[in-house]
């Protein structure tokens, strides 16, 4: 008996409503010296292909409770204020207005803590050795390696329920330069003990090279939302039952996308021998 199987193709012509526009906010306010920077954009209908329109003209400031920081537009979209370094144990609010959004102007606040730092005392280098990578560690291209491992050592602070976001640079230029690139958890079973070598990035480098890692003292609220972000990029794993991509809850008021990122910036480096 001969068996023909016969395939149907038949075209399907998907319409989307057009979503409502949303103010997206990108910012962060560190414990570094510098022009402190607020980028502001549109949101996009999901299948466009254009880049996100930018928002002029808004006007922005960040008060620590005492002193109101004005920002200027340097460019279209982004804001900044004068060189200034965030201070620990602030807290520092965001306040966005003059933004039209859907027809209507409306104001955008949020709010975060500058919590305590932990300094990495130092880093090292391990040759790479593909069985001792750990789970944690940014994982190899199957057809790439990697000459070493950098281990973080320090003593971890001792109150409970710290989060930290790390990226690296290789001679000044950094490497980390997407989120899947980049190393962050809690201080889960580690909280108060000294770290003996962590294994945090598998890199290419040479003899020579300067390394230097950022240690980003983050709160729980923007590790949740850096966790949301990866599982919207990466999927939910099942793609019968997962759901859709959703817009990740953020710390911005009155419906906007984003997050207004405050956190300690500490440094460590070494040259590789």
Do not use: H
């Not at 012509?13 to 526009?21: A, G, R, T, V």
């Not at 999901?46 to 928002?55: D, E, G, L, Q, R």
């Not at 982004?78 to 039209?100: F, M, P, R, S, W």
């Not at 003899?207 to 729980?220: A, C, P």
């Amino acid at each position: 008996m001969a068996m023909t199987l016969i395939r149907c193709a038949e075209k399907i012509d998907l319409k989307l409503n057009s979503s409502y526009e949303r103010l997206v906010v990108d910012g962060d306010f560190t414990t570094d010296l510098k022009n402190q920077t607020i980028k502001l954009t549109k949101s996009a209908d999901y299948f466009s292909n254009a880049p996100a329109p930018v928002i002029t003209g808004a006007n922005i400031t960040i008060s620590d409770g005492t002193n109101v920081l004005p920002l200027t537009e340097t460019s279209p979209g982004v804001y900044q204020t004068n060189v200034i370094a965030g201070q620990e144990g602030k807290t520092y609010t965001l306040n966005i207005d003059n933004v039209e959004i859907g027809g209507k102007k409306s104001n955008y606040t949020a709010s975060s803590i500058m919590i305590n730092a932990w300094l990495i005392d130092s880093i090292t280098f391990a040759k790479y050795n593909f069985p001792d990578a750990m789970a944690r560690v940014p994982s190899p291209s199957p057809d790439k390696m990697f000459d070493y491992i950098i281990k973080g050592w320090g003593l971890e602070p001792a109150t409970p329920g710290n989060y930290y976001f790390w990226r690296y640079y290789r001679n000044r230029v950094l490497q980390s330069d997407t989120l899947s690139k980049c190393l962050y958890t809690d201080d889960g079973p580690v909280n108060g003990k000294y770290i003996y070598g962590m294994p945090m990035f598998n890199i290419n480098a040479n003899v020579g090279d300067t390394i230097m890692v950022e240690t980003r003292s983050i709160t729980k609220n923007y590790y949740d939302f850096l966790i949301g972000v990866m599982f919207e990029m990466n999927g939910s794993g099942d793609p019968i039952f997962g759901g859709p991509p959703a817009n990740i809850k953020g710390n911005i008021n009155n419906g906007a996308i984003g997050f207004f990122n405050v956190c300690n910036v500490t440094y460590i480096s070494a040259v590789i021998k």
